[in-house]
């Protein structure tokens, strides 16, 4: 790596002690540095997951075949399908912290009560008619709202119409089980409570701006609000690009308006693993290219645009899923307008103080 | 105040050098610690502000006269009247840490711009028509709309209509006079913006509830909310009422829906020095006795009803200000329902650890 | 205060009205701001302490006086004499929110068990043979040692030689009489402990550099250290002045060392109200002048030098203490090198937000 | 797993198109939750890491055939020979997220200088004589010292004698790797200052009990102190098994005594990702069983003792090495004393707030 002066190669005698020293270390259940260290600590992240698309018009339709023939309860708990990146030989992990999956529940299908340590979260691209029950709060699913079941909170989903749905969950599920962290508890057959009211209990007590119930004011590790609805959001980008195009400071950059999901009682992330957010590029807007440690998971959800990832431009439309690895290149664009779900492992980056980010233009 | 053996007392002697020696210790700008002890750290807090009700059709009146005789401009800067405590020595302080005062603003008067390090805040308990400009921000103010101007921002005010109007501000003016902490700068003499929008600069990028701008990451010591509308604090309150109503957790106490506007980039306290809640009583309730460290001013925002401080009852109605001191035992009720505005100095009390509350019926 | 057009002055018939006015505001305990802002809300601070030097010799001999006269036990509780700021109006207060005081236990003598919500700690500029007894664990006291009492923590003092023993005491007493905090319990009429060791129980707990027991793992606002040792001190100072020398960042400006006792548990001030601090100056250094929000106390521990408080130079020698109020410009010089200890309320100003800093040369 | 009512078993029409749908899920990179979910989400932590020892007579012998056959240098740039876990498929992780390796350098050798995002620190179970410079401190490197490198930290060894030396180093190796957030840089062959003293600037300016230099009162993620010296570390067990003997609070449970090593910034953990703590046994003592979330190595260092995981008793002597991997019941004990360093992920789990304990005979 280095042009400086090496130490001469190994004699065959030498070469012969180094492999039995190699093989004595095996048997010891020990491995030198040496051999490994460009690998194991390269110069920046060079992950193996991959840059991914996945197509929302074949994701669905595997959901649905998915929804006839297999049923879902006790045991396999969801009818849900992992985003499985290629580069992770052959687990369902969309990033090496995160799981991405499409769930589906039939007309009047319930998926019965369970908890574990694993954060989740749901976001509807499409559909409603579901409520997911949360610690016994039963919260209405409708397309744009984003929807969470925070750690070792009881949680099952029931299709009140005669129609399916499906959404996607993400979970921390990968960071879990290579931290050795799951615990996990099954519940009740049937949702705690079958009602269907529009807004959920939290959002009544924590869906107010600026406003703390005094019954609420022991902070809490992921956000007590259990649902962020899609017209609160749509709201919000609305109004970043409306004062931009006024002449005030509001959004990210040009034509990028964006929004960060956030616990109330901390203003930080919702969860203690995974930030959500979402991004909307107005029309003919380009983004800076970033890079940024830390992996992330894109669904298109409205618009058309291309987004481009180590240099490969990809042309996406709604529903379509992209991962972007950390470190990876990333940059959007649009002609008409896109609106973005994003969610990532960022919380875990920057609470262990790894985190660093490189936009394109900007000094380091 | 024991019944130990205690030293004789002195003799004539005695005294005579006692009283030379405490005579040079004035001399030389000393005091002793024990002819004092007993005022200076009793047993519990005995502060000299007292108790006190301030009517608002008493007030208003007083307000009128001044809007006749006394010009707003520079120097004065502003028409504001001050409730000053019976028991602070003739000092323009509602209690040892706050300011609370009247202000009024005659139709068409503009009340120049300035800023200071003191933290200020409006609450408004009828009418509408003017707009408080924040750092080139305007805010329309309106009935049960709270309203921040924090320290060091630039702030005016113009009222854009025939008819005055007067609300109330709340600053922490004596605790910086108290502590050496105040700067003060003039402004221009005329708002920065003349413009009369609905909702303000700021409600549009934070005023969403859980959303966080991304162009906002960075946490501030108050809050970026200009405006806390009575739209969302009546509903909130509601919800609380009504889902304790179905047999959820959600008030206070049975009856005493609360909530505490926060800063939305830490959830704590909207200003390093100030709280600020609004609390609902339900028809027929009463609450428990409480003693809490730190001083409190409500305002009743509709209603009536009946504080009692110190044993003391004092019937309530619209526009009424009352004080509460430190550690003064204090319960409302109301036959017909009540709505109060609140603030207080808890933050200082807190940050310094010196927080205890007695609630009438729990284990201390 | 500008020179724009200003109304004109009322007329003697308006003017009736006005004084009519004010004194019907008088009657409702109101002031208005418009007759007070300029002393409320100075463009600067503007503290009615002022500057001011004590001198120990006058201090001591003063303090033996009252060893003679004045008993110590419950009622009195101390023997301590305190700082009255003489802009202070005859308050026994150093600053707005300090008390400073010498005390004085004489020979075998005993001052009784308390504890209070105000926080306190002992300095000590020379002499030793006391211990101080805090929740039970005997502190023995030594010239150049920092001993804390953090608020609600019993403690007693008693002297085990045949020799009077003075040392400062600093307090927030201002401050909680002044924000209506006082707690106060009278303990036992001996100290709970009698043995004389020679380091407190406090410091084989937590007196190790880094390291923290597993038994003491939940943070405490002050603290838990009984004493911070004057060994420690010294060579922290010494070692700070000797890798300057050798051309490596330590000090605060050069030729300027200090260290600031702070709470293992956090990193930050020992008390929530108090910041305390050693300063040494080296042979020949002159120090650059700064204001600071807030007040402070120094008292020399050692060698001689010049102190300019507003442009006025004090010179002072071991054992004087001088007043610093908020935002005063203050520097030191010496010619033969200066310890000073230091106390402050600046975790006061800091926690509240209103903390400013000015260095003469440095952009504000 | 639970005996209610399971849907039919599939026909051999319906297993055709299951077997045709989960070939179709591969061809999309997908994977369904419901065959997986079992090994995935397990009701309790379920490491693939195994509890292992390594033993300093066979690490030794290696490390000293290494020192004869492998040259250090630029490209290898360590002598470090890595624990792989017996369950961790052949990588040289001591954990999922430690790295723990012995690291041998032979007489006057040169470990050249760079620095990476991992976090890094050595343990000395014997010898001394050489010294790692950290930024340009030369820090020394003694038998029972604890010395960090924090991530992107420069460092390089050199050994100044005629001896070789080994020593353990930890890094946070496998969680960077996982994680993806690994940047390294080369910097010089030799190391940066070949100065030899015997306490680095580092423990001059942060090394005094409870004393923070003034220039340094910016928090840092990583503690300042470059050496955590052995007379401290023996001392502070020392004085919590005598506090013990007198009849105080002081250790963690009978005859246990503990010190976990922090930031003295933050009185948190000396780096993000890494816990480092000393464990000293009484002769005699037997500690409860505790599980915890997070996998921890101990290292013992000196004495003799027994170490039970999951059940299964390890006799254990100095130097050697154990791994606990998350979850496993654990206890020590020892009949004639046992001083051990211990470091775990355990920051990365409470960041995450995953963190869970049980204690045999305590409440869950």
Known sequence: MTDIATPPPPTAEEQEQIEKLYSDFDDQHLIPLWTQIGDLMPQTPSPSAVPHVWRWKTLLPLAERAGDLIPVGRGG???????ANPGLAGRPYATPTLWAAIQYLGAHEVAPEHRHSQNAFRFVVEGEGVWTVVNGDPVAMRRGDFLLTPGWHFHGHHNETDQPMAWIDGLDIPFVHYADTSFFEFGTENVTDESTPDVSRSERLWGHPGLRPLSGLRDTVSSPIGAYRWEHTDRALADQLDLEAQGFP????????????????????????IRAEFHRLARGVQTRTRREVGSSVYQVFEGQGELVLDGEPHAVEKGDMVVVPSWVPFSMSSEHGLDLFRFGDQPIIEKLAFHRTYIEGEDA
Do not use: C, F, Q, S
Not at 77 to 83: G, M, T, W
Not at 256 to 273: E, F, I, S
């Open 77 to 83: 708990e969801r009818r849900a399908i992992a985003l």
């Open 250 to 273: 509001a959004t990210v950059e040009p034509g990028h308006a964006a929004v960060r999901y956030v616990n109330p009682t901390t203003g930080g992330d919702v969860m203690p693993t």
